[in-house]
């Protein structure tokens, strides 16, 4: 523990002095230095000072979080912010995802297709991505419990709208949740601008072999969803991407 103040503040007659302990630390985004910092979660208790003597208590402070680098003090709710390095791993995770989600939506014949979703996801930081990996997970997905082609692809006997390639539907899959999982944590992190290039970057993906099949197009709401984005503007998005630039 140790007192709070400025040097020659003992030699005031009265004052307050918070006594700072120490209950945590750990890494987080530290608004002062622009950057990752260490931390230091702290809570106090202020004291009334006479003379340089500790008399009455005044209460507690705190909890804070204190930054190892610059000293400033912030409320506990900075540690809800990402890391940078966190932050860089959620956007990786959501564009191999989305890029994902797509791929089962549309089918991974197209050669295209395989090519413009190895791209964003290499991009995204997942630099030794490769078209056999991606199809691998798509057919992991297929295999695993609640993803089967077909499960979803038909309503009383009748093919669903929304049904891919082989009868996948990702409506009531665990991708669509998963979708929700890598966005929303995400999102609220994200400019808008962010947003839509994620969503566009799935976009571009599934119109590499042309036009949106319905299952892709579902997806792709889902994705503008869980990106907190109005449906309408991810209608002008999705309408935009289909425009050559």
């Known amino acids: ?16 002095r918070t006594v700072w302990r120490t ?10 230095c622009g950057g990752d910092r260490n931390y230091r979660r702290r809570t106090g ?3 009334l000072v006479a003379f340089g003597l500790p008399l009455l208590p005044r209460g507690p402070v705190g909890p804070v979080v204190e930054c190892s680098a610059c000293h400033a003090r912030f409320g506990t709710d900075v540690l809800d912010h990402p890391t ?6 959620m956007l990786r995770d959501a564009v191999h995802t989305v890029a994902l989600a797509v791929l089962a939506a549309g089918g991974t014949e197209a050669r295209t297709v395989r090519r413009a979703a190895v791209g964003a996801v290499r991009a995204a930081g997942f630099v030794d ?11 992991a997905l297929a295999a695993d419990t609640g993803r089967l082609p077909g499960a979803y692809g038909t309503d009383l006997g009748t093919p669903s709208p929304y049904a891919g390639r082989d009868g996948f539907d990702p409506r009531g899959t665990a991708l669509a949740i998963e979708l929700h999982e890598a966005l929303e ?8 601008a962010g947003r839509e290039s994620i969503l566009l970057q ?3 993906i599934a119109l590499a072999d042309g036009p949106y099949r319905p299952a892709e197009r579902e997806v792709l709401a889902t994705v503008g969803r869980a990106l907190m984005l109005p449906p309408e503007d991810t209608d ?9 630039s």
């Open 1 to 16: 523990m140790h007192a709070q103040g400025r040097p020659g503040r003992d030699r005031c007659v009265v004052g307050v």
């Open 23 to 32: 209950v945590g630390d750990g890494e987080f985004y530290c608004p002062g």
């Open 45 to 47: 208790r202020r004291r």
């Open 84 to 89: 940078t390095t966190r932050f860089s791993a």
């Open 129 to 139: 991505c490769s078209e056999e990996q991606l199809i691998t997970l798509i057919e």
């Open 185 to 192: 944590p995400l999102a609220p992190h994200l400019a808008p």
């Open 202 to 204: 799935g976009a571009r």
């Open 236 to 244: 002008r998005l999705l309408a935009a991407a289909r425009t050559p």
